[in-house]
């Protein structure tokens, strides 16, 4: 059950001008449900796009990289469930090129205007002739509906939105999400897709889907384990009739920025908080550190420690194993004398071990909350990350087991 997460209305999901949502059942999985998305773009509109790092990245991500290399103008997405088309090789890319080329033949596209997203069990081959039959009879749909088609072990679908004004002109922001389990940067298995009218430049663009990724989808870990297919999107349709926003310092751009920035965040912290099994949602804030990459490391040393996550499941205040992975998070002249450990607003650890005034009783107190902030104060620097994870339950293992089945 997600924490403290609950579904998206469509009507709090206003339509992106130039973008037009297209869902189906194929039968890839499971008969009946829905599991092929088509997102159609308009003319004129501007995509970039980050990826996983895994070197056995899927046959989409390879074929959505190579298209977007490719400098032609995309005009469609194609999503598919149930089957991640990764460990395929060759034939997982022919297989990839055949979906691309029957969603291009909709609309009298070319194929490279076509880029094609899996998500699902890795090593068996797509059933691309299902995805090809279904695709002339998906219907149109709203974003929440949208969000539902990408689902796989997530319980709940995911959806934001925001609306700005850039030069007295209405702008929207609306995206979805799916990921619930393989979940690690960079970046975790999920998919992202957001969208909005404002109208955007293709450098500036590029530029923006990788700062948005590094302060949300970058920042966020339930098992350690980094997918093949992780891929997050960002689409400016520009029909917007606010002016084309072509560098840092338009008048719009930190607005814009902070508006996609906000949906992104939202829609990793809910795949934190739909992790697989999940029953907390745990912040982990690393101040003082003298950058922000060893912040990071010490945020997921902590994230990501399957000691920490099952002491959270238990409500278990045995904080010392919070001490061992700051201590093996890699910061080799860390003086453990000087840092501090917070649990909420309780100080459980300073001047190099236990803090003589904390009692179990209040560590206990956060343990049993569904939501709890960790803190670390390295007292070394002016850097700072956050990091948001979930804890390990007995369903994260269920879950797993019975993935196939």
Known sequence: MAVNLEAPQASALPAVAGVALWVGEAGIKTPSRKDVLLIKLDKGNTVAGVF??????????????????AGVQIRALVVNTGNANAGTGVDGRERARRVCDAAARLDGLA???VLPFSTGVILEPLPADKIIAALPTLRQADWAEAAEAIMTTDTLPKAASRSLSIAGHGVTVTGIAKGSGMIHPNMATMLGFIATDAAITRPLLNQLVREVADVSFNCIS?????????????ISSGKSAAPL????????????????????????????????GATKFIAVVVNGGRSTAECKDVAYAIARSPLVKTAFFASDPNLGRLLAAIGYAGVADLDTDRLSLYLDDVLVACDGGRNPAYK????QRVMNQSEITVRVELNRGAACASVWTCDFSYDYVRINADYRS
Request: hydrophobic share 30%; with cysteine.
């Open 111 to 113: 194929p490279e205007q």
């Open 360 to 363: 179990e009783e209040d560590g």
């Open 52 to 69: 996983t790092r895994n070197r056995f990245c899927a046959a989409p991500v390879q074929l959505c990289r190579e298209h977007l290399d």
């Open 222 to 234: 339930v098992d350690g384990d980094t997918s093949t297919n992780d891929s997050f999107i960002l």
């Open 245 to 276: 926003i072509d560098s840092c310092e338009h008048p719009g751009y930190q607005p814009l920025k902070r508006a996609l920035t906000e949906v992104a965040t939202e829609l990793a912290q809910a795949i934190v908080r739909d992790g697989e």
